[in-house]
């Protein structure tokens, strides 16, 4: 029996070869990214759509992202889209540039989020302040910023309240202080009404003129008498397990996708070095078939 050519054996030796698990991982890990990127998307496309709706760019008026709705989907929507395109891709083509990219990314969003969380446990009372000095900053520039306008009444008509603590805190209005020489003077927007539809069907925009003169016990049959600070307090209170059981579902998704991208780097840093190990064995092996001939 002759002798196997020792080309020919090292040649056979296998390269690093994948489990079911890790193409489970990598295919996982490329499908998920894959539904956030067209999340992001249509998160994109709807924030263009909003713009282009108020014909922000028309009128080269793009507002400020805390305050415009629109331009905070758009920024959303980009960043969202080109991090989760960089996962999938990274992940598919095994490209451990793209994956790096990717994991650091999503280290770094970790960190502020969890950075946020302990300030805002720790500024609670200072937060507080913010949000009454954002709100009366709305109801100041009420007629004058549709998205500040547009917050303001989404607040009003799902919390059901009206001002920062108090109906009467629409005096801060030029429109709505009692000052005013037009038919708003001494009125709230309608959204702070009670029953703004008349007959149930007709929206009736001056159902809040004249409220601010009522005492508390005659207009709490026409508007609402709370302050949207003390609904938004509630509404935390009553939705708190929900919030944070959506906080720890959303940090625990991005843990396991830099778990995963951490593992899929390993897999082809092994496959690259068994592909070079095997590479030098023929290599060597030649050499040493050259030399006995």
């Given at each position: 029996l002759?002798?196997?050519d020792p080309r020919s054996a090292a040649k056979l030796?296998?390269?690093y070869q994948y489990s079911w698990m890790d193409y489970f991982l990598k295919y996982f890990l490329f499908l998920c990214n894959l539904l956030f990127t067209v999340l992001g998307l249509v998160v994109l496309g709807l924030g263009f759509w909003g713009l282009i709706s108020k014909e922000s760019f028309a009128q080269e008026k793009i507002g400020n992202i805390g305050t415009d709705p629109m331009l905070a989907l758009v920024s959303l929507g980009f960043l969202l889209t080109l991090l989760c395109l960089s996962g999938c891709v990274g992940a598919i083509r095994e490209n451990c540039f793209l994956l790096k990219a990717f994991?650091?990314?999503v280290l770094a969003l970790i960190s502020v989020q969890v950075l946020i969380a302990i300030l805002a446990y720790g500024m609670q009372d200072q937060i507080g302040g913010y949000l009454r000095s954002g709100m009366l900053a709305a109801m100041a520039r009420y007629q004058d910023d549709l998205d500040l306008r547009f917050i303001a009444d989404e607040i009003q008509s799902n919390l059901?309240?009206?001002?920062?603590?108090?109906?009467?805190d629409w005096e801060i209005n030029i429109y709505y202080n009692c000052s005013a020489p037009g038919v708003l003077a001494c009125g709230v927007p309608a959204t702070c009404c009670v029953d703004p539809l008349e007959n149930g069907t007709v929206w009736n925009s001056q159902c809040g003129v004249g409220a601010q003169l009522l005492d508390e016990f005659t207009a709490q049959s026409v508007v609402f008498l709370g302050g949207c600070l003390g609904g938004i307090s509630r509404w935390i209170e009553q939705h708190e397990a929900l919030i944070g059981t959506a906080a720890v579902v959303v940090l625990g998704v991005q843990i396991v996708a830099v778990f995963i991208s951490t593992v899929i780097m390993l897999q082809i840093h092994l496959k690259n070095c068994d592909y070079r190990q095997s590479r030098g064995s023929n290599h060597l092996s030649e050499i040493n078939s050259a030399g006995r001939a």
């Amino acid at each position: 029996l002759g002798r196997a050519d020792p080309r020919s054996a090292a040649k056979l030796q296998p390269y690093y070869q994948y489990s079911w698990m890790d193409y489970f991982l990598k295919y996982f890990l490329f499908l998920c990214n894959l539904l956030f990127t067209v999340l992001g998307l249509v998160v994109l496309g709807l924030g263009f759509w909003g713009l282009i709706s108020k014909e922000s760019f028309a009128q080269e008026k793009i507002g400020n992202i805390g305050t415009d709705p629109m331009l905070a989907l758009v920024s959303l929507g980009f960043l969202l889209t080109l991090l989760c395109l960089s996962g999938c891709v990274g992940a598919i083509r095994e490209n451990c540039f793209l994956l790096k990219a990717f994991s650091f990314a999503v280290l770094a969003l970790i960190s502020v989020q969890v950075l946020i969380a302990i300030l805002a446990y720790g500024m609670q009372d200072q937060i507080g302040g913010y949000l009454r000095s954002g709100m009366l900053a709305a109801m100041a520039r009420y007629q004058d910023d549709l998205d500040l306008r547009f917050i303001a009444d989404e607040i009003q008509s799902n919390l059901q309240c009206c001002g920062a603590d108090t109906y009467r805190d629409w005096e801060i209005n030029i429109y709505y202080n009692c000052s005013a020489p037009g038919v708003l003077a001494c009125g709230v927007p309608a959204t702070c009404c009670v029953d703004p539809l008349e007959n149930g069907t007709v929206w009736n925009s001056q159902c809040g003129v004249g409220a601010q003169l009522l005492d508390e016990f005659t207009a709490q049959s026409v508007v609402f008498l709370g302050g949207c600070l003390g609904g938004i307090s509630r509404w935390i209170e009553q939705h708190e397990a929900l919030i944070g059981t959506a906080a720890v579902v959303v940090l625990g998704v991005q843990i396991v996708a830099v778990f995963i991208s951490t593992v899929i780097m390993l897999q082809i840093h092994l496959k690259n070095c068994d592909y070079r190990q095997s590479r030098g064995s023929n290599h060597l092996s030649e050499i040493n078939s050259a030399g006995r001939a």
